[in-house]
């Protein structure tokens, strides 16, 4: 860290993180241990009135993709001045960008053990395995196969994150929309896993509060072989039944299930070891080019993002800046929610979920994985001043415009 804005990047992102932690151990030791702590006050979320949705499924479900489709059209006509040769522009887009080929690779080839790609090791398997098999009942249209799964699981998580919602916020609605506009959530569009792991991770978290603990556990399995984050459903899983069993008074073996997400990432270093010959390999192939990712403490990388954003000016615009405000905003929206009383297993997943996406040594994906940091949408519909949620909405939906556009133009958005 060579210059005092590196080093208050550093201070101001550990000291946030640090903040957190204590009041979720605060929280931890009134709720499970059931110590008594004089917390500051605050006041209570208004009661969701029902569960029935804001609107029906069919509608939520079409909205979501109706949102990716028109953003990308629209940004095609911003970029090439008509909507002739969306469709081919489209798909180049979004079946090219990014790693979606080595997905494509393995839905085709699986793991290879030597070659240029062995490196593909460091994917999770059930994307491409999916893949695979809907792609050869599609007569081998692999990356279409890639696409359908990402739109079909995108527009499926809208419908559950609302449910959720309905149950934890006054404005489901706002929440929703938050969670359309996120600036990056044209990736769940794509060759990318964003989609099954968007669907996969809130439909864990329902069930974990609706206490459905084989379910939520199977959920968590198939979460662990999509995603690294997905091993986070332990933490509100293990939470929730520990305070179930409190209250039931009894220990229930199906809290047994919650193990699920272990066991789905046990799995994949089984594939690690059979593919490569060691459990941990990915790890290697990880640190290395083209990915360079290595795990450090997240002030380092806030600061590292400042200097990346020094040395390369025009990456900065839609990596670097984006992903030091990220951070920021995200920690913002976390205190909120401490403050709007949001459910302690939900924030521990969110703090959980922003520190590991920090830790990453050369961070160049950080707005696309901030997109599963799913109670942030649930801390935007307890933001109980309307003219403040719709400033929110208004900021979002000027970045996911400007974000969309420069994709649309074939920039360097990962």
């Not at 001045?81 to 522009?89: L, T």
């Amino acid at each position: 860290m060579d210059t005092w804005i590196e080093k208050l990047l550093w201070l101001a992102s550990s000291g946030l993180m640090a903040a957190l932690l204590i009041l979720l151990a605060l929280r931890a030791l009134r709720q499970l241990l059931g110590v008594r702590l004089r917390l500051p006050a605050a006041p209570e979320a208004e009661a969701p009135a029902d569960d029935a949705l804001p609107a029906p499924w069919p509608v939520i479900f079409l909205t979501a993709l109706a949102v990716l489709w028109l953003g990308a059209l629209a940004a095609h006509c911003a970029v090439n001045g008509s909507p002739a040769g969306f469709f081919a522009h489209y798909l180049e887009r979004f079946t090219q960008a990014g790693d979606s080929p080595r997905y494509i690779f393995i839905a085709e080839n699986g793991y290879v053990r030597s070659g240029d790609q062995v490196n593909n090791i460091v994917f999770y398997p059930l994307y491409p395995f999916l893949m695979g098999l809907l792609g050869r009942l599609l007569g081998g249209r692999t990356a279409l196969a890639g696409m359908l799964i990402s739109q079909v699981c995108y527009g499926s998580s809208a419908v559950v994150l609302t449910k959720l919602a309905k149950k934890e916020c006054a404005h489901p609605g706002a929440a929703l929309a938050g969670y359309l506009l996120y600036p990056f959530g044209f990736f769940c569009q794509g060759v990318f896993t964003e989609g099954l792991f968007l669907l996969l991770t809130v439909s864990g978290l329902y069930l974990i509060r609706q206490k459905r603990w084989l379910a939520a556990g199977a959920v968590g399995f198939l979460t662990a072989l999509t995603r690294t984050q997905g091993m986070l459903l332990l933490l509100p899983g293990v939470y929730c039944a520990w305070l179930d069993c409190r209250e039931q008074r009894r220990w229930d073996w199906r809290y047994l299930a919650l193990a699920g997400p272990a066991a789905g990432f046990g799995i994949y270093l089984c594939v690690n070891k059979a593919v490569c010959g060691g459990f941990f390999a990915y790890q290697y192939y990880e640190s290395i080019a083209p990915w360079w990712q290595t795990p450090q403490w997240l002030g380092r990388t806030l600061a590292q993002q400042y200097s990346m954003a020094m040395q390369y000016p025009d990456l900065a615009k839609w990596i670097y800046w984006p992903q030091m405000e990220l951070y920021f905003i995200a920690a913002a929206l976390l205190f909120l929610g401490f403050y709007r009383r949001l459910d302690t297993p939900w924030l521990l997943y969110g703090t959980a979920y922003l520190g590991m996406s920090y830790t990453a040594a050369w961070l160049i994906s950080g707005g696309r994985y901030m997109l599963g940091c799913l109670p942030l949408y649930l801390c935007l519909g307890r933001i109980k001043n309307s003219a403040a949620r719709y400033l929110v909405l208004a900021a979002e939906l000027a970045a996911f415009w400007q974000m969309y556009v420069w994709f649309m133009q074939n920039q360097a958005i990962m």
